[in-house]
């Protein structure tokens, strides 16, 4: 096979394939393709996260501004999306809960982000323990945050349908197919696929989730960065307790700076209960199992102790969470119990089955700092999006608008994007919204 294509996208999770849509309602040009190495689109961590719609409290306006700005605008167009092909979209809200004063001051703060990032005060408030217990009389806690504008739904059957309707727009999804190589040739890439065929692009969007930073690396850009990768694992709850609670219910993280969330307790969209998810640290953005954890440990550990990453493996404090994270990996009680201290009416003994594990891949920067919102790297040739973790899906279908946006504004498609109609939304309208 060799063809010559205008754009290739890498990674058919939910961000390549929300930018996909959008284009195939813009562009001029009818060879772009969307390069997956699954045999189906989103079945690495788009396919394989909690599937909620997350209301932006939790991110600072200030540090995860693009973040936090994509889940607010993000929101909407689900709803409307989900309405629109009759898609799976709960509105179901989720309860944020304290375990003690310090982090009621810090569910304060969170409400305070929400109303800043765009909450209204009919959709976001804080109960006390005793307003809670009226509504939901099996949470143990200091002080709950209630937040109403937030829902329940599953992103893979979103990311098929955007790759259906960007398919009968023209675009090309290349299944089964993994990028191995990329090299510049005479102003063109020359692009390998599978190691044995070629084709040739003259821009990449790198939108390849756990590995763009090894793509970005392959190509000369982003070496002052790497990532670690971390596995979130859930439980599956008995039905027994799947009217526990009216609503899903996370607790304050304890150490926000790094990615080590509590697990939470999970109302899925079905109705189903879970509990997760973890962050145990994983060498390969798919080490699901032991064997490709074996496979990428050495090479990750070279790239990590000569990187950035060094200082923040060896930092004591990160040390002592990751080691929490492979107990709560190992000892399924042991993660139990991180959600029983705010439902105490859960028995580990009753939960046997495991849920469907995701990876994370979060960027550290070369103090060894973990990066907190989207690296985005613009080249002549090529556009890089790295570090975008969570709330992601929430967001990618306003950040998709952005980026192509942001590409138009240097000149790459040529689209008209002022006037275009995309599914249900006007393009200029969003990117209104979002912001260039
Ligand atoms: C445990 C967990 C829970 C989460 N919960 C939520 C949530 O409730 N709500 C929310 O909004 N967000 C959530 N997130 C975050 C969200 O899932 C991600 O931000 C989002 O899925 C990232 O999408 P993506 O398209 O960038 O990445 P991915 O889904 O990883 O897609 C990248 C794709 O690129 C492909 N690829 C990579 N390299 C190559 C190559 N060389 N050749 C071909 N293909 C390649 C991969 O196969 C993959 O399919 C969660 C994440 C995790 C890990």
């Known amino acids: ?19 996909s849509f959008f284009l195939s309602h813009l562009k001029k040009s009818n060879q772009i393709a969307v390069i997956e190495q699954a ?118 059957i979103f990311t098929k349908s955007l790759m259906n309707d960007s398919k009968q727009n023209d675009i090309k999804f290349l299944l089964d197919t993994k990028v191995t190589d990329i090299k510049n040739k005479g102003g063109k890439w020359k692009i ?24 970005a690396h392959g190509i000369g850009i982003a070496k002052n960065l790497t990532d670690v990768h971390f596995r979130g694992e859930y439980w599956k709850a008995p039905e027994e307790y799947h009217n526990l609670t009216k609503t899903s219910v996370y607790s304050v993280p304890e150490f926000p ?6 697990p939470h307790w999970i109302i899925r969209v079905d109705g189903t209960c879970e509990i997760g998810p973890n962050a145990v640290p994983v060498f390969s953005p798919y080490g699901y199992k032991r064997s490709e954890n074996l496979k990428e440990f050495i090479p990750k550990m070279l790239e990590m102790l000569g990187s950035g990453a060094r200082k923040a493996i060896f930092d004591k404090q990160f040390q002592e ?11 399924k009680s042991a993660m139990i119990d991180r959600v029983k201290t705010f439902l105490p009416k859960i028995d580990a003994g009753k939960i046997t089955q495991k849920g469907t594990a995701g990876i994370r891949s979060s960027v550290i920067d070369e103090k060894g700092k973990f990066v907190p919102d989207v690296v985005l790297i613009d080249d002549s040739m090529s556009f890089h999006i790295l570090n975008y973790n969570s709330p992601g899906a929430t967001g990618a279908l306003p950040f998709s608008a952005y980026i192509i946006n942001r590409l138009n504004e240097k000149g790459l498609f040529r689209t008209d994007n ?7 939304w006007k393009f200029s309208e ?5 912001g260039s």
């Not at 599937?51 to 973040?67: D, I, Q, S, T």
């Not at 700076?257 to 509590?262: C, M, S």
């Not at 969470?321 to 000892?331: D, F, K, T, V």
């Not at 002022?418 to 249900?424: R, S, V």
């Open 1 to 19: 096979m060799t063809h010559n294509f205008d754009l290739v996208i890498i990674g058919g999770g939910i961000l390549g394939t929300s930018i």
């Open 39 to 156: 045999h189906s689109v989103a079945f690495h961590t788009s396919g394989r996260n909690t599937g909620k719609v997350h209301a932006p409290y939790l991110y600072n306006p200030e540090r995860k501004k693009m973040f936090a700005k994509a889940a607010f605008h993000g929101y909407d167009m689900w709803k409307r999306y989900s309405k629109l092909k009759d898609l799976p979209f709960k509105e179901d809200g989720v309860i944020e809960v304290s375990k003690d004063k310090k982090g009621t001051k810090v569910l304060e703060k969170y409400l305070k982000w929400g109303k800043q990032n765009g909450l209204q005060d009919t959709e976001i408030e804080l109960l006390t323990q005793s307003d809670l217990r009226e509504i939901e009389p099996e949470i143990k806690c200091d002080a709950a945050l209630c937040v109403y504008r937030d829902a329940s739904t599953d992103y893979s």
């Open 192 to 215: 390998t696929l599978n190691h044995e065929h070629e084709i040739f692009s003259s821009f990449i969007i790198n939108a390849a989730g756990g590995e763009s930073i090894d793509i």
């Open 257 to 262: 700076d790094y990615p080590f969330l509590d």
């Open 321 to 331: 969470l990751a080691m929490n994270e492979i107990q709560s990996s190992m000892s």
């Open 418 to 424: 002022g006037k275009n109609q995309c599914g249900p």
């Open 430 to 434: 969003i990117v209104e919204k979002i």
